[in-house]
T-cell receptor, first 115, second 115 residues
Framework: DQQVKQNSPSLSVQEGRISILNCDYT??????FLWYKKYPAEGPTFLIS?????DKNEDGRFTVFLNKSAKHLSLHIVPSQPGDSAVYFC??????????????FGQGTRLTINP | DAGITQSPRHKVTETGTPVTLRCHQT?????MYWYRQDPGHGLRLIHY???????DKGEVSDGYSVSRSKTEDFLLTLESATSSQTSVYFC??????????????FGPGTRLTVL
């Protein structure tokens, strides 16, 4: 049972245009959402997050939108740059055990920015 | 950067042999996690720790055990490796409660191949 889904395995975008990565979740108990970026042979690095009490969070070229009624979030990158080419994972959290937040990850979307 | 190192970075082993992967952190973070990354599955939680000698299972814990005898080290052991455990393994840490809610920092990963 995949609670967090990224239905697009790959996305190709022209440099300078907008990249939109999508993520859907099924568990209404999730209350915090994150995006991670991963380059080959490296660990994932945190990009941006959003709490369920907000519907938008912006950090430079990156904006995350949350639509709780649709259980959908998206990551917008504007303008896209070649260095943005990577695999992007969305993750959701809602479980707290012994103070440890447990994240559930999507399958990832490979973003390629073409010059 | 949470000062996370993983060793070894690459390992090839044979079916049935025991394998131990090490995660070391220098930031005195309380919470530590082990994930595996496989195509089509994103990152899946194997085990996590909420303190020295305090550990619990994640969603894919069968065939794995962990130990944490010091704050800085979290060991993942495959008692008898199988080909299905061929994967990339990531360690992650989180600061103590009150800072960076849910943001996990990841190590560089260990690529394990079981022949």
């Amino acid at each position: 049972d995949q609670q967090v889904k990224q239905n697009s395995p790959s996305l190709s975008v022209q440099e300078g245009r907008i990249s939109i990565l999508n993520c859907d979740y099924t568990n209404s108990m999730f209350d915090y959402f994150l995006w991670y970026k991963k380059y080959p042979a490296e660990g994932p690095t945190f990009l941006i997050s959003i709490s369920s009490i907000k519907d938008k969070n912006e950090d430079g070229r990156f904006t995350v939108f949350l639509n709780k009624s649709a259980k959908h979030l998206s990551l917008h990158i504007v303008p896209s740059q070649p260095g943005d080419s990577a695999v992007y994972f969305c993750a959701a959290s809602g479980y707290v055990i012994q103070g440890a937040q447990k994240l559930v990850f999507g399958q990832g979307t490979r973003l390629t920015i073409n010059p | 950067d949470a000062g996370i190192t993983q060793s070894p970075r690459h390992k090839v082993t044979e079916t049935g042999t025991p394998v131990t992967l090490r995660c070391h952190q220098t930031e005195n973070h309380r919470y530590m996690y082990w994930y595996r990354q496989d195509p089509g599955h994103g990152l899946r939680l194997i085990h996590y720790s909420y303190g020295v000698k305090d550990t619990d299972k994640g969603e894919v814990s069968d065939g794995y055990s962990v130990s944490r005898s010091k704050t800085e080290d979290f060991l993942l052991t495959l008692e008898s490796a199988t080909s299905s455990q061929t994967s990339v393994y990531f360690c992650a840490t989180v600061r103590s409660a009150g800072l960076s809610y849910n943001e996990q920092f990841f190590g560089p990963g260990t690529r394990l191949t079981v022949l």
